[in-house]
């Protein structure tokens, strides 16, 4: 079987809530997604999603995936998508870095090999662990009261894990973490991802403000040393995001002990195979793992699901189902969350089918 096209429709992913809004004043309304096809010469097509949040959070922007694609997709025609550690080192030797570039094809490529197999990728990712996956609510950034309103929806509607966008003003984020934390239950999880958005300092006032306070927190600095040096002054469980995006920094987080939950991002990483690898690892070390995407729709959100449903249950902090903050479906069969949780298919491959009506005219053509 070989690579034969290779192909990309860009589509816009308006949001249910109308924006979302996080760290230093960043928002966005409509998400630009790439929706990526790579099509083989016995005529199975395998799709991926790459959906960067703005091209202001990681070092990704829409117009780049693209751009990129045209770059690497002639150096993949010709090759076994199934062969997927293959494939990768033939990206990584077509194109130095841009992970998020070739997490679209290397996410398309997992679905041929479960197409061409009849297996679901979370089987072919290890196998699938529970009965579902639990799914967190990410709560753009308000006043306070706002975000408190927020999360009693989302909780009502069964989530009972939830995200704070905080990382603006510390004093607000103080009164943020206190307005939310004092409707939950005991048994729900909040974090407070500051999305790097913290100095020092403030972050310093502000795990102390809150330090009897049942809240995890994320990234709240730029830099990792930053990030470490709150870590060794805080006891609130911690987790980092933006810094962890590569196995180095994973093994130099782990040797340093710098946090007790990771985030992986499917496309920070550059794509399902060098996240399982990620994954794995932190299975074998210990670490719980939030698995999930930077964005995206129903095809990121199926990508998840089975990236999630393989990995031990113990080892799952949360996960997102994307598809439900926007207002646009753009796949068939696509996870659909059921009272806080989703699963991933029991079909061949992702277990999804491009609604080819809504994806347009393509952006990238490469054969
Ligand atoms: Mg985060």
New binding site residues.
Partial sequence: MRIKRIFAHRVELPLVEGTYKWSGGKSVSVFDSTIVGVETDTGLIGYGEVCPLGPFYLPAYAEGVRSGLREIAPHLIGYDPRELAKLNHRMDAALKGHPYVKSGIDMACWDILGLSTGLPVCVLMGGRFGENVRLYRAISQEAPEQMAAKVAGYRAQGYTRF?LKVGGDPDLDIERIHAVRGMLLASDRLVA?A?TGWTQHEAMRVVRAVRDVDVYI??PCLTYSECLAVRRNTDHPF?L??NVDSLEMLLQAKSDLAMDVV?LKISKLGGLTKTKQARDLCVSMGIAM?LEDSWGGDITTAAIAHLAHSTPEEYRFTSTDFNSYVTVSTAQNAPQRINGFMTASTEAGLGITPRQEILGPMVVDVS
Wanted: aromatic share 0%.
């Fill in positions: 995200q991802d999305n994320e990234q987790v995001d933006e985030n939030t």
